[in-house]
């Protein structure tokens, strides 16, 4: 997760600070050391924080630790640092944790390297200590911008016996760009976050008895009520949190609890492509299957009524003849299972044919006798068998010849023992005379200039037909509600077809033929929202 998770402290001198802070580094190469190593290494790898992509150092000691520190280094300067505004010692590199799996590391110190996001997470520091504070000043709240970043903050109270209120305030801090991500994981962030104060109360908690035991500060103030403000501000300002919980791992510990926090968050969430509302081939195919199988469940029932003397696979034979509609779905499955074993061309550019929806194929891939028209419009028939010459003289069927290609054909170059379509040609007769300055429908001449363009990968040409036939399928939907459904006048259906840009005889025929193909899922939904009173009433 591209995030920073930081401990902030509001000093009685200094105001609003960084105490400890933990960001994610994206290695380009994967590190040997295993996961949850901890250690100070000098570093040098492309970091990518909150979205912002940079390079930057890990440098050998902490940048804000003053004198030693590099000039240009962001963080404060030793003069304006106390006890209780620093963290790691002077000359600490820092901790690093890789994870073995995805190569990134996990960095702790006590502000970033890098300008930008120091000041981002300086910004988000002195909001959640000062301004954006929930109500009791305990809790958590959400706040942030586009171009400062969002920030999930938890403050909470530490007890501290020298301290005004014998408390001191913190809050810990989760920084991303990513709003909805953030938002997201605002459960999962408020309850581990949570138990890290919970520890932290529990261990100050101890500490605080322990010493008031020992020497209750309340009586000690009554005594002095009359010193000077100022001298007891500065007597109890400079107190470390490692001397408050009493714990020398104290910034180990945080770094593992953070370091694990950036990762356990972004794990737990993950993106997923949401394709919209079915097509309405998908509503076909469901359809078909549904239909399938209430037939296959009849067919079970009926077994006992059968001839026992008839064969299993006559029965199946002629079940996928008498009732080709019905047997649709598997009979293309099986056919295209052996058309991909025996393929013969791998993409749609080697074989320039028009997508169809799925409602309007009614298909034989292969048989070895004519079948009637309305049994199925594709038929694949063996190259013996007599077509009635009433079909052939028709201007409403179109015939498909494949025959072998001789050498002498008029492209010799292409007869290449690797194309298997070279190997054949094909020729195309029908009894509708089609004039030679015809132009077609629209979206066949748009598929065949996507198959032409040499210019588009295989993928892209898929995704280019896809778009093409979603695209006019819409058109249908518009027109079969238009006229169907509202039944509308038939200029007001020729200014639609304009607007639709399908104005032309063949892109008409196009679309009430694709008419056809729409699935009843999507006709039943139409006419029961126009026969509804809500509707009705609407309309009027």
């Known amino acids: 997760m591209n995030a920073i998770v930081a401990l902030c402290h509001f000093c009685e001198l200094h105001g609003p600070r960084?105490?400890?802070?933990?960001?994610?580094?994206h290695s380009p190469l994967p590190q040997g050391a295993g996961s949850g190593d901890i250690s100070g290494q000098n570093e040098q790898a492309e970091e990518e924080e909150g979205g912002i992509q940079m390079s930057s150092r890990i440098r050998s000691h902490s940048p804000a630790e003053g004198a030693s520190a590099d000039s240009s280094s962001p963080g404060p300067k030793k003069s304006d640092m106390c006890e209780g505004c620093r963290s790691l010692a002077g000359g600490h590199p820092g901790y690093v944790s890789h994870d073995k799996e995805t190569s990134i590391k996990y960095v702790s110190h006590q502000h970033p390297n890098h300008p930008q996001l120091f000041s981002i997470v300086r910004q988000a520091c002195v909001r959640s200590l000062s301004c954006e504070v929930c109500p009791g000043r305990e809790g958590p709240i959400f706040f942030g911008d586009e171009q400062h970043g969002f920030v999930f903050s938890h403050t909470f109270f530490i007890k501290d016996s020298l301290a005004r209120g014998f408390q001191r305030w913190y809050s810990i801090i989760t920084i991303m760009m990513d709003r909805i991500y953030l938002i997201n994981s605002w459960p999962f962030l408020l309850g581990k976050i949570r138990g890290i104060i919970d520890e932290l109360q529990g261990k100050a908690l101890k500490v605080f008895e322990a010493e008031q035991f020992g020497c209750p500060q309340r009586a000690q103030r009554m005594n002095t009520a009359f010193t000077p403000f100022l001298h007891q501000r500065n007597g109890n300002a400079a107190r470390s949190l490692t001397s408050l919980t009493n714990d020398e791992n104290l910034w180990a510990c945080l770094h593992t609890s953070f370091a694990w926090l950036l990762k356990a968050c972004g794990s737990r969430l993950t993106e997923k492509l949401l394709e919209g509302a079915p097509t309405?081939?998908?509503?076909?195919?469901?359809?078909?299957?549904a239909d399938l199988k209430e037939e296959s469940e009849g067919w079970d029932g009926s077994e006992e009524e059968k001839p026992s003397s008839q064969p299993d696979v006559g029965e199946g034979q002629e079940l996928s003849k008498s009732s080709p509609e019905t047997s649709l779905m598997p009979d293309c499955n099986s056919w295209n299972v052996a058309h991909r074993r025996l393929s013969v061309f791998r993409s749609l550019r080697h074989m320039r044919q028009t997508m169809l929806p799925i409602g309007c194929v009614r298909i034989i891939p292969y048989s070895d006798q004519y079948e009637e028209a309305y049994r199925c419009n594709f038929l694949g028939l063996s190259p013996h068998v007599q077509?009635?010459?009433h079909i052939?003289?028709?201007e409403f069927a179109v015939l498909v010849e494949v025959r072998a290609a001789t050498r002498s054909s008029l492209y010799p170059t292409l007869f290449d023992d690797e194309q298997s379509l070279n190997k054949y040609e094909f020729v195309v007769t029908s009894g509708s005379p089609v004039a030679a300055d015809r132009v077609g429908p629209t979206i066949l001449n748009k598929i065949e200039a996507a198959l032409t363009n040499q210019n588009l990968s295989v993928d892209v040409v898929d995704q280019c037909l896809v778009c093409l036939k979603e695209e006019w399928m819409n058109k249908v939907k518009v027109l079969f509600k238009f006229t169907k459904v509202d039944s509308r006048p038939k200029e007001d259906t020729q200014k639609l077809l304009s607007i639709l840009g399908a104005a032309e005889e063949d892109n008409v025929k196009l679309l009430k033929f694709w008419m056809?193909?729409?699935?009843?899922?999507?006709?039943?939904h139409l006419m029961s929202t126009v026969r509804s009173p809500t509707s009705s009433e609407s309309r009027n």
Not at 18 to 25: G, H, P, Y
Not at 280 to 289: A, F, G, I, R, S
Not at 516 to 523: D, F, M, W
């Open 387 to 389: 077509i009635p010459p």
């Open 18 to 25: 960084t105490l400890f802070c933990t960001e994610v580094l």
């Open 392 to 394: 052939l003289s028709s």
């Open 280 to 289: 309405e081939d998908t509503l076909v195919q469901m359809e078909k299957l």
């Open 516 to 524: 056809t193909g729409l699935s009843k899922t999507y006709k039943s």
